[in-house]
């Protein structure tokens, strides 16, 4: 089991950046993907990315392609989401997870961190 702590969240302005990132307990080289949900209040917890182990191969929910990039970097254990001109309705708790196949349901990934609030403001 691998814990997974994120971190990076805040209050922006619409129009805004953020980088969220996520430190794995266990080196990520061993993690074949790793992935970005997040949940509003009263929602369900929706996919928005995730990256294979070398980082070669990314997909993403429609709704941030082109504003958010996911990114790896083995050697420091660790994933990253920046997340570019932000909108209101991407207000939500930003969970990272780790599975062992790429696939934009929750189910598939075993290990979870606590999560990170993201408010973006009109």
């Known amino acids: 089991q691998v814990q997974l702590v994120e971190s990076g969240g805040g209050l922006v302005q619409a129009g805004g950046s953020l980088r969220l990132s996520c430190a794995a307990s266990a080196p990520t080289s061993s993690i074949n993907y790793m992935a970005w949900f997040r949940q509003a209040p009263g929602k369900e917890r929706d996919f928005v990315a995730f990256?294979?182990?070398?980082?070669?191969?990314?997909e993403y929910a429609d709704s941030v392609k082109g504003r958010f990039t996911i990114s790896r970097d083995n050697a420091e254990n660790t994933v990253w989401l920046q997340m570019n001109s932000l909108k209101p309705e991407d207000t939500a708790v930003y969970y990272c997870a780790a599975g062992s196949r790429g696939r934009i349901e929750a189910k598939w990934y075993t290990d979870w961190g606590q999560g990170t609030q993201v408010t973006v403001s009109s």
């Open positions: 990256i294979n182990r070398n980082g070669v191969y990314t």
